[in-house]
């Protein structure tokens, strides 16, 4: 054997990537103003947009990987001004949570979410609750919804949910990814260089640039983790129940079009008791804060408010163009 695959295989040996997950469960979970204190003691920061009066709904959101909970700072005014309130916090190893930039594990973020989802419904028993995920948010609610132990909610609503899985990758990709999980797991990568485009809305993209609370640099170890929680919530697309309603941009640069319309064509398979899809021509991986942000805001709003499948926007004609083929797949 040459001698450079000696030294790969002894440093592959000693190195595996890590996950840091909740400690001991020594307390009840409390939520508070200001934050969300779990089983295990850590404390989550909790925003809330709260309507004036009594709220008819309630919408808990949960953001995508290396954000955090001011991600639901827009469409939240705009929910809460329309008489629905709004909690998001920031998961474990995000944000000003515990842990920045270490990753906390698949099981981690669905315990929390359950746990999470408990607290707000003790609060509001008599509003309907509903989960809104943001691409990694999105995994996660996926994943959760599969659990037999989570709480009873309205609805879920995906926004360009995080579902590239290894199955919908090039092989290249996931073999550089593994090794580097398995070799260096420490190493730290930003992105610079890989042209892709998050959103239209330019300002917002360079105030999330400026945001301390915003991870600019990710552990090869958490990206390996967050493509776990992506298999897993490809994989679940069988398995989800209740109210759902998905909402994707054409233009969506982050998580391609092919484990989308794929996730969906089994979706659709499910036993669930409603699904909705929309498709926005000109948007974005951020639905919520691009541009044309108010269209996906109004028809989240009119899906809660009436139980309508037919949006002010259009998108989910096009989505049913797309779905039947009308539209170029991917």
């Not at 746990?115 to 509001?124: A, E, G, N, P, W």
């Not at 879920?156 to 290894?166: D, E, G, K, Q, V």
């Amino acid at each position: 054997m040459r001698p450079h695959l000696i030294l790969l295989l002894l440093t592959l040996s000693g190195c595996m990537p890590m996950t840091y997950p909740p400690g001991t469960q020594h307390h009840a979970a409390q939520l508070s103003e200001g934050a969300f204190l779990t089983e295990d003691g850590a404390s989550l920061p909790v925003r809330h947009w709260l309507p004036k009066t009594e709220p008819h709904a309630v919408i808990i959101a949960l953001h995508g990987f290396n954000d955090y909970s001011h991600f639901f700072d827009m469409p939240g005014n705009y929910f809460s001004a329309r008489g629905i309130a709004c909690l998001a916090y920031d998961q474990r190893g995000f944000g000003s949570a515990p842990q920045r930039g270490l990753w906390a594990g698949s099981a981690a973020y669905v315990k929390d979410l359950q746990v999470f989802t408990r607290l707000v419904k003790r609060r509001y028993p008599n509003q309907p609750v509903y989960l809104l995920g943001e691409s990694m948010g999105g995994a996660v609610v996926i994943t959760a919804l599969r659990q037999g132990n989570m709480p009873d909610i309205a609805g879920s609503i995906l926004i360009a949910p995080a579902l590239w899985a290894r199955s919908t990758m090039p092989w290249y990709q996931t073999s550089l990814l593994w090794v580097l999980a398995h070799s260096l797991p420490w190493l730290t990568l930003t992105g610079k260089g890989v042209q892709v485009v998050a959103s239209d809305n330019i300002d917002m993209l360079r105030a999330l640039r400026l945001d301390p609370l915003v991870i600019k640099a990710s552990r090869v170890e958490t990206l390996y983790g967050l493509a776990n929680l992506m298999d897993i919530a490809f994989n679940s697309a069988r398995s989800q129940q209740g109210n759902i309603l998905m909402l994707y941009g054409e233009k969506d640069e982050i998580i391609p079009k092919k484990p989308i319309f794929l996730f969906l064509q089994q979706l659709l398979l499910a036993e669930a008791e409603e699904i909705t899809v929309a498709l926005y021509q000109h948007g974005h991986h951020m639905l919520l804060r691009d541009l044309q942000a108010h269209a996906p805001w109004k028809d989240i709003a009119a899906w809660i408010n009436t139980g309508t499948n037919t949006f002010p926007s259009g998108a989910d004609k096009r989505a049913q163009q797309w779905l039947s083929g009308q539209l170029e797949p991917f």
